[in-house]
Structures are given as structure tokens and as C-alpha cells.
């Protein structure tokens, strides 16, 4: 049986470090290389689940975690700094870490500065280049990723990604240059966008920093246990042999044949021999969601509901009733975080990520009591009795849902861009909303999806060219906010579906009269997105209507007056 893999973050400093564990025991924690994230090392945090509390944690900048301060340019001293902060932020003294190509450089630094924080450090692929830094090879290789405003960004990237794994160095295409090596399957290609895509401008950040370190004289300063590792069919094995000799005491070096199996075991003996069985056998991480960032930061925490564990970000403090939030559909609230912080004035504002929804966990049961079941479940994981809901665009039909079936415990609504579609449209909308995002050898998946989400703020629904779908406003089709939504959509494409689907059969209408608490309906005349607010608005037992400011910040201080009358 397959170990359940839990997500979670721990506040460091004035950020988050996100991270993936499985398992019971003493912790070990293992480092990915760039421009990866914990995606990559999921097979060793199952392998050694059985033994340990095995973390994989997205270094700062990369995954979700997030990015150290851009000036002055991170080095890698602050990447192991950032380490060291993690760790302690686990609440962890000592433990055992794995560290893989560009993250070896950053445990060596972190057991040259921090030996008595190392129980011992395995660095994996250490690569030590003769010469000086070349700053042409690094500009070269980090050539920027620039979100366009054309998307064209997507193609470009998308090569990048394949070519990474065909030449290397990747922009140097030669048949001397050419890796042996067989194409990845879509499933790798698509992981590997995905990171790429989530660290955006800052993938470069500590790949760079690593390529600039110089590690060799760091090597005689080590006074921890470091075992120098690599296996013959990596890349890097061969800078083995540029470690200094002699090493100093407590290191050693270990050559490994391709054998991937031995190569686990190893690391499994190392683990066993270091890990603290005795104090950190019962090794539980903290929750952030419990001791939010101040500071007008946004907090990310989990809890579990339905089949699996939520996203949740929480804004804003004070003794308010708390705001619960649903984003539109698809994506997640990640690109309404501005917009959630707005809403948390003098209250606690939480943002739920839809399960199937960026790093929500999907569903069993696909329908609008099942979503609302695990919205549910959330709120108790929370410990929120009483909440105002506000919810946007597809998720409205999900939010009636909530609070139609909980009575008291939704104070009030607040719906914007309630969506009551006809059945015929109901049934083209199933059919058409979502088109395929299958990942596609050519990347065409990467554009079908950007251009859904561009049009959203052009027609409605977006697919319609016709002139009756025209939306007569001034379109949000910022190309930072369009490529949140598409990495958030495309995290689960296969499930990116899921809520959409369970929305448009919530029959939100028949539930509009069933719902007791006070409700504000948004609207707007001329944008055929609010099309049935008019209806919605009658049909509630308590509903009433508020024109829809065009600016978040305005937006949330009139749906903060709603509330608070």
C-alpha cells in the first residue's frame, strides 16, 4: 500500500517553506535540485515512509515556497541559511539531509556553517567545476522567464523544458552536446513545466547561486559527517574525483554503481545510523494555520476535509466573523490573494482552494453535496462555528449549496457572479467550459488553457464569440494573473474539471430559496456574466442587490459594509 503523502508549510521568517511528508518517526529531509521542487523526490518519501518522517521541502523560490528577498542577489550562504531557519521552523535540533545536484551545494554550506546541526549530510551529485565562475555560460543557461502579455512566453518555455533534456548544455544544440538519453514520457515533461512554471522568474535563483559557489574550499572546513555520493550514470560523478584529499575527518566519499535499489538501501543505512529514534521519534510538524505571519502576509496551511487535504490561505487577524472565500472556477484563490487581504480588515479572512484545485486534493463523489460536504469538513478543521461566505463566479452554485445545508452556521452570503444557467445551456456548458488539457508533446495544451482564461474577461461564457457574450467592461487579462490561474489550473489538468462539473449540476436555483441567511447579490448591468443577478436577488428569501466595483479594494470595503451592517 502506497504511503500517504501529506503537504504542508512552515512559517520562516516573514515567508513560507512548503513542504511533502510521509511517514512516522525521526525526520530526514531531503533537498531537490533546480528548477524542481518536492514533486521530484516523492518516490523516496514513500520509499522511506516506513521508518522515518521523510519531508521533501521546496527550497525558497521554487514549488510553493516562498522567494528569498531579490536584492541583494541570493547566494547560496542564504539559501543554507534559509536551511537552517526551515529546520528549526520544524521545531528539529538535528537530523539527518539528502541533498540532489544544486541543493548539494546548499547543504555543503549548511554543514560547513551549521556542524552541529548536521547528523549527517549526503550530498548527491556535488558539482565542483575548475576555473573561474564563467558569467557567460550562467546568462546563457539562465536565460529569463518573462510571463508575456501574448502568452508567447508558453512555447518558449515549453522547448526549454524538452531541450533540458536533450543537450546539455541546453541552448548549446550539437551533436557533441547531445545526451544519450531517451525521451521523458508526458507524465515527467508535464511535472517538470509545472516546476519551472511555479518558480517562474525566480528558477534561476539558487541554480545560478550554485553555479557562482565555489564548494572545493568549503570542503576542508567541514567538521559534521558528509558522505560525498553520486552514481556512475550521473552526469556528475566524475567530479568525485575533484574532492580535495585528503577529505577531513567525517567525510567520506561512497561511488555507487546505476543501480537504483542499492543506491536507496545506501541512503536508507545512512538514515538509519544518524536519525534520532529517541528524541524525535514522535515527530510531528507544527500547523502555520495556528500562528499566522503578521505583518499583512498571507498564511498557507492544510486541513484535512472530504477525501483529502484543502489549501487554505488565511489574511487579515482581529475578532470579526470570519470571511470564507471560493474562488471562480478553474484555478484557485492564489490570484485573489490582494483581494483576500482587502477582505480581512478587523476580521480573519480564509481563501479555500477547491478540492481537485491547485494543491487540494480531489474528490471521490463529483457533485455540488459532495463539494459542499468537504467546505464543510474544512470549516470544522478550522474550528470556524459561524462564517460569512463570499464566493465568485462558478463557485456560487457550490456556495449556495453550503448554505442552503448548514442554516445558522453561514451568517451571511455574498455572490458574485451568481451563475444559474438554463439547462441547454447548463448541458453546453458541461460540454464546452473546460476544453482538453491533456499535457501535448507540442505544449498546445500550455496555449488552449491561457486562452481560456484569457477570454474569460472578454465573452462570457468564454468560448461564445458571439456578440451577445461580449463582456462590456474593461478586461482583467493581466498576463501575471492569467499565468497564476493556468499553473493552478494545470497542477491537476485531469481534475481541473471536477468543480466545474459540480457547479453546473448544483441546480443552484431551486437551492436560491432555501437559503436563510442574508445575501448580497452583485451586479452589473452591462456584463452579460451577471446575467442572473437580477433573478438570484428576487428569488432569495432575504436577498437584496449591490452594483460591483470594478476595483478588488473597492469591491471588499462594500462587501465589507454588507456584512458589517
Same mark, same amino acid.
Given at each position: ?16 517553506? !512548503? ?307 471560493? !474562488? ?118 500550455? !496555449? ?118
Amino acid at each position: 500500500m502506497a504511503a500517504k503523502i501529506r503537504k504542508g508549510f512552515v512559517n520562516v521568517g516573514a515567508g513560507q517553506v !512548503h513542504y511533502r511528508a510521509a511517514g512516522s518517526g525521526p525526520p530526514v529531509i531531503l533537498l531537490h535540485d533546480s528548477p524542481r521542487s518536492s514533486v521530484l523526490h516523492l518516490p523516496l518519501v514513500e520509499h522511506f515512509s516506513d521508518r522515518f518522517t521523510t519531508i521533501a521541502i521546496d527550497t525558497p523560490g521554487y514549488g510553493n515556497s516562498t522567494p528569498l528577498p531579490p536584492e541583494p542577489r541570493p547566494e547560496i550562504s542564504d539559501f543554507s541559511s534559509a536551511l537552517a531557519d526551515t529546520i528549526l521552523g520544524f521545531g528539529v535540533e538535528r537530523c539527518p539531509v539528502y541533498g540532489f545536484h544544486t541543493s548539494s551545494k546548499i547543504l555543503l554550506d549548511f554543514a560547513a556553517n551549521h556542524p552541529e546541526r548536521v547528523a549527517v549530510a549526503i550530498m548527491d551529485g556535488l558539482s565542483l567545476p575548475a576555473g573561474d565562475t564563467d558569467h557567460a555560460f550562467i546568462n546563457s543557461y539562465m536565460r529569463p522567464f518573462k510571463v508575456t502579455d501574448t502568452g508567447s512566453y508558453l512555447g518558449e518555455e515549453w522547448t526549454r523544458v524538452r531541450d533540458f533534456q536533450r543537450w546539455f548544455p541546453w541552448f548549446a544544440k550539437s551533436k557533441a552536446t547531445r545526451l544519450p538519453m531517451a525521451q521523458r514520457d508526458m507524465s515527467y515533461m508535464q511535472s517538470y513545466s509545472m516546476d519551472l512554471f511555479m518558480a517562474g522568474p525566480h528558477f534561476s535563483d539558487a541554480y545560478s547561486a550554485a553555479m557562482r559557489y565555489k564548494a572545493v574550499p568549503v570542503v576542508p572546513t567541514l567538521s559534521a559527517r558528509c558522505v560525498f555520493m553520486a552514481r556512475e550514470d550521473d552526469v556528475l560523478y566524475s567530479f568525485l574525483d575533484a574532492l580535495p584529499d585528503p577529505l577531513p575527518e567525517g567525510s567520506t566519499i561512497e561511488r555507487l554503481s546505476p543501480d537504483r535499489d542499492a543506491w536507496k538501501a545506501r541512503m536508507g543505512e545512512l538514515f538509519n545510523e544518524y536519525a534520532d529514534f529517541d528524541g524525535a521519534g514522535d515527530f510531528s510538524p507544527p500547523d502555520p494555520l495556528k500562528d499566522p505571519l503578521s505583518g499583512g502576509l498571507v498564511t498557507r496551511g492544510y486541513v484535512d476535509a472530504g477525501d483529502g487535504q484543502i489549501l487554505v490561505r488565511r489574511a487579515g487577524h482581529g475578532t470579526g466573523t470570519p470571511i470564507v472565500f471560493l !474562488h471562480d472556477l478553474p484555478g484557485s484563490a492564489r490570484a485573489d490573494e490582494t483581494y483576500l487581504k482587502a477582505l480581512g480588515q478587523g476580521r480573519p479572512a480564509f481563501g479555500l482552494d477547491l478540492p481537485g484545485c491547485n494543491d487540494s486534493d480531489p474528490l471521490k463523489k463529483l457533485d455540488a453535496d459532495a463539494y459542499a460536504t468537504a467546505i464543510v469538513a474544512a470549516l470544522d478543521a478550522l474550528g470556524l462555528d459561524q462564517v460569512d461566505l463570499v464566493a465568485d463566479g462558478l463557485s456560487t452554485p457550490i456556495a449556495l449549496t453550503v448554505a442552503s445545508q448548514s442554516g445558522a452556521r453561514v451568517q451571511r452570503l455574498v455572490l458574485d457572479g451568481v451563475a444559474l444557467p438554463e439547462s441547454d445551456m447548463t448541458a453546453e456548458m458541461k460540454v464546452n467550459y473546460l476544453p482538453d488539457l491533456r499535457p501535448q508533446m507540442d505544449g498546445t495544451h500550455m !496555449h488552449r488553457c491561457w486562452h481560456m482564461l484569457r477570454d474569460q474577461s472578454v465573452h462570457w461564457p468564454w468560448y461564445d464569440g458571439g456578440t451577445g457574450a461580449i463582456r462590456k467592461i474593461t478586461p482583467d487579462i493581466d498576463p501575471q494573473t492569467i499565468h497564476t490561474r493556468l499553473v493552478d489550473t494545470l497542477k491537476q489538468w485531469d481534475h481541473a474539471g471536477d468543480a466545474i462539473g459540480a457547479a453546473l449540476g448544483a441546480d443552484g436555483r431551486s437551492r436560491l430559496k432555501d437559503v436563510s441567511a442574508p445575501t448580497m447579490v452583485l451586479e452589473a448591468e452591462d456584463d452579460v456574466r451577471y446575467r442572473w443577478a437580477s433573478e438570484a436577488t428576487k428569488q432569495l428569501p432575504n436577498g437584496s442587490a449591490l452594483p460591483r466595483p470594478a476595483d478588488p479594494t473597492a469591491r471588499a470595503r462594500a462587501i465589507l459594509g454588507f456584512l458589517e451592517g
